[in-house]
């Protein structure tokens, strides 16, 4: 092979030569991944308080916002 014409037609020669070796013969993979939709919840940035008192905010005490989607 000496010129690019030459190569690229041997190259599809070789693609039609192995096509049937590159089928994709694999089963589908299952869906193992369980989707939680979250289409509303609480905001909260924290604050000085949170942070002299991290339990309030675990109590959900202090300013929180409800977001919906």
């Known amino acids: 092979m000496e010129t690019h014409e030459q190569l ?16 994709n013969l694999a089963p589908p993979i299952p869906e193992t991944r369980i989707n939680v939709p979250v ?12 942070k002299a008192d991290f339990a309030a905010v675990l ?4 300013d929180w916002k409800r977001v919906t989607y």
């Open 8 to 23: 690229s037609a041997e190259l599809l020669c070789q693609r039609e030569k192995h096509a049937p070796f590159m089928r």
């Open 39 to 50: 289409n509303e919840f609480d905001w909260h940035l924290q604050n000085e308080e949170d």
């Open 59 to 62: 109590r959900g005490d202090g």
